[in-house]
């Protein structure tokens, strides 16, 4: 099994940046892509961004577009979400997902997920 571990969450104000990390406990043939997800309080989980392990090709959100970057490090099994720009709307828990098929925006496609990190964006 896959075990993942996000960690850099906290409370921000607007405009301010946070850079959360996920960390793996393994890879297998399978795990073929990372993606990031949020969950406001009240409202299902959202897609936020995914990127694939071996070629590197992102997928984002609309919302996030131009102001968050998902990034990879192979040799730490360690994907990475750079939030820049924040708004109070970014508000929520932040959850990495490990997926068997490409950067996908579909949630069902994620079979691993982490326990979430909350982000507080203060207005």
């Known amino acids: 099994q896959v075990q993942l571990v996000e960690s850099g969450g906290g409370l921000v104000q607007t405009g301010g940046s946070l850079r959360l990390s996920c960390a793996a406990s393994?890879?297998?043939?399978?795990?073929?892509?990372s993606g990031w997800f949020r969950q406001a309080p009240g409202k299902e989980r959202e897609f936020v961004a995914a990127?694939?392990?071996?070629?590197?090709?992102?997928s984002y959100a609309d919302s996030m577009k131009g102001r968050f970057t998902i990034s990879r490090d192979n040799a730490k099994n360690t994907v990475y979400l750079q939030m820049n720009s924040l708004k109070p709307e970014d508000t929520g828990v932040y959850y990495c997902?490990?997926?068997?098929?490409?950067?996908?925006?579909?949630?069902?496609?994620?079979?691993?997920w982490g326990q979430g990190t909350q982000v507080t964006v203060s207005s």
């Open positions: 990127i694939s392990w071996s070629s590197g090709s992102t």
């Open positions: 393994r890879r297998t043939f399978t795990s073929n892509a």
């Open positions: 997902a490990q997926s068997a098929y490409g950067p996908t925006h579909d949630v069902v496609r994620y079979n691993y």
